[in-house]
Structures are given as structure tokens and as C-alpha cells.
């Protein structure tokens, strides 16, 4: 698929979403990004609408698997981790997808995988690491096993405080982007 393509459907998406999805639903969802174990009267507030708005919003939008799911994120660094590497491969041959999850299922260090378009490469590899010699040695099995044409990491020190992972700083721009987006409809 080309890029022409590609822009053209996510365009496409995004206009049906927005058709879709009322202001004050982006704006909970805005909210949501930011924290999610808010009560639905703080978000009322928050939103300036009802309490039973909210509600009703919120059950809209997870039967609409807008909302996918509630989740916390740890400090990986208490945990144990120094570094985040995304890798990105470009695989000679595309593993059919039992060959895929076993692959996957022999790291365990692996927050997610994902093909992709971008940089030259089709795959995005995310993964925690303890110290740079468990990440070099994670890479070079990763690139055994998936056969990589080609690679690149890029790795995150997850010991300068920068507040790794906080989704709270995407809600807070989420509203500026979905306000943009509504403005396409």
C-alpha cells in the first residue's frame, strides 16, 4: 500500500470518527487520558455536563470499543528496568501469525510488537531492559529469530525522571488534537 494510500484512508477514519463522536464525548475522553479513576461526578465537573452524561457517555463508548480499556501504568524503573528500546526491523520474510506468537512468547521482556509504516521498516519492537548488555543481547535474538533485514533502536533511559509513560500529558494535549480533528468534520 502506498503512502498516498495510507493517508487518504486514515484521513477517511478519522472524518468518520468525528461524525461519530459528539464534543463533549472527545472531551471525556480527553479527560479520561488523564485519569481515568476519576468518579464520574468529577468528570461531570470536569466536562460540564451531568453526572448521569457521563455515565451514559462512558457505557456508549465502551460498547463502542472507543474506550478498549481502563489500565494503570508502573514506574518500570521501582521495578527494576533502565532502559525502553523500540526497535525497529525490517523482516526479510512476514511470520505467518502461530509463528509470530511463538516467537513473541519467548521474550519476556516485550511490551508490545507491531507492524508498521515508517523509517524504511514494518515491524516496532517495545521492550524493557535492565541493564544496555541484557538490551544488546535481547536485539541480537530478536534479529536471529524474526530474520531482520534490517534494524534500528532507539533506547530511553528510564533513570531521568522524565515521567516515562504518563498518559496524563497525552489527555492534556488530546483535547487541542480532537478539537482539530472535529474542525475536518
Not at 532502559?83 to 525490517?90: N, Q
Request: glycine share 4%; proline share 2%.
Amino acid at each position: 500500500m502506498n503512502s498516498d494510500k495510507l493517508l487518504y484512508l486514515a484521513r477517511e477514519s478519522v472524518l468518520r470518527k468525528c461524525f461519530r463522536l459528539k464534543p463533549a464525548e472527545l472531551r471525556l475522553l480527553s479527560e479520561l487520558m488523564k485519569d481515568s479513576r476519576r468518579s464520574d461526578r468529577k468528570l461531570a465537573k470536569a466536562i460540564d455536563v451531568s453526572q448521569p452524561t457521563v455515565t451514559r457517555m462512558m457505557v456508549k463508548l465502551e460498547k463502542e470499543k472507543v474506550i478498549r480499556e481502563y489500565t494503570m501504568i508502573p514506574d518500570f524503573h521501582k521495578l527494576g528496568f533502565e532502559i525502553l528500546a523500540m526497535t525497529f526491523l525490517a523482516l526479510d520474510k512476514e511470520p505467518d501469525s502461530k509463528q509470530f506468537e511463538k516467537i513473541l512468547n519467548t521474550f519476556q521482556n516485550v511490551l508490545t510488537f507491531e507492524r508498521g509504516l515508517g523509517l524504511k521498516y514494518s515491524h516496532v519492537v517495545v521492550s524493557l531492559h535492565e541493564t544496555y548488555s541484557s538490551y544488546a543481547e535481547f536485539e541480537r535474538k530478536l534479529e536471529d529469530s524474526l530474520i531482520a533485514a534490517n534494524s534500528a533502536s532507539f533506547l530511553v533511559s528510564l533513570n531521568d525522571g522524565y515521567g516515562f509513560f504518563s498518559f496524563s500529558g497525552f489527555g492534556k494535549s488530546a483535547a487541542r488534537a480532537f478539537t482539530v480533528s472535529f474542525r475536518l468534520c
